[in-house]
């Protein structure tokens, strides 16, 4: 075990070099960096939209960059580090992220770190909580349908499960700002920000209903669609266990039906539920809380991502496709080694023998 744990670190520290040394590629070939974006704000072009004058290049050279003295536009290339070849920019830059040292924000006037630090407590509420009553509510909903297969109950669950996930979470969450923040006669939740503008002089429980309370809309769009994926994926685990002869042997030996269910299927379903844990974190904490966060005007990760990348802002970019790879490699990690609390049966080191 502890053998497969080491080899799966390790293997961690090639495939963050391979995952920046391709992004960073890309980079280089995209127009419109921060230098071009510089260069066309002091000529007035409005660099700032990608894909727009400051990107186009003619033979290297910008053509916003027409006019303007040849040493202010290196001083603006060194501020940027542009002044220095791709490859030890690459260089320099893995061996700042091997001391965990992110680099400054072009644009945010504060450390890649601290910006980090900063806009994580929102991303962690929402893919905490969405991803937790997900599970809570998936497993115990698959697990009934499975044992009531083909009843009213399934039917009609499965209905409402399959019209939510076809329902895109950001429509789902300007439905719920309609009908409970004020676009109705029901005005119920907030749709700003994560506690409320007198959170500090609140008390403790206070803070915590507060807290809550701004949490509603925003976890609620976030879960609808996941409920779908992982209920059915429970229910058809159970479905194909059932089925099993040590299924029909441990019932003819006049087992409670509650204990072949928990006691002998619920392990041997669940391997397939828990292998569903690190991809629902991923999802949930980066891919989908974007579009949540700028509805909400949640002040995330994923959208301070998006606008950095959108500025060309470098090193928030690749700061947080460092932090965001780490954590799903590791995440990854976890879901294997959760196997074996579900099944002791699993051996790793058989495995990778």
Known sequence: MWAYILRRLLLIIPTLVIILLVNFVIIQAAPGGPVEQAIAHLQGIGGAGVGGGASETISGTSRASRGLDPQLIKDIEKQYGFDKPAHERLWLMLKNYAQLDFGKSF???????????????????????????????????????AVHHGSHFDIWSSTAIIIGYAMPAFLFAMFLIVVFAGGTSLNWFPVRGLVSDNFE????????????????????????????TLTIL??????????????????????????????????NAMLLVVSGIPQAFISVFFAGSLLIEVIFSLDGLGRMSYEAAVSRDYPVVFGSLFIFTLFGLLIKLIGDLCYTLVDPRIDFAARNA
């Open 201 to 228: 002089s609140l008390s403790t429980l206070g803070k915590i209903a507060d807290y809550f309370w701004h949490l509603v809309l925003p976890v609620t769009a976030l879960v609808i669609g996941g409920f779908a």
């Open 107 to 145: 644009f945010r006037g504060a450390t890649v770190t601290d910006l980090i630090l900063q806009k994580m407590p929102v991303t962690i509420s929402l893919g905490l909580w969405a991803t937790l009553i997900t599970y809570l509510v998936s497993i115990p909903l698959g697990i009934r349908k």
């Open 234 to 267: 429970t229910k058809n685990s159970f479905l194909n266990e059932i089925t099993r002869q040590y299924v029909i042997t441990a019932r003819a030996k006049g087992l409670s039906e509650r204990r072949v269910l928990y006691g002998h299927v619920f392990r």
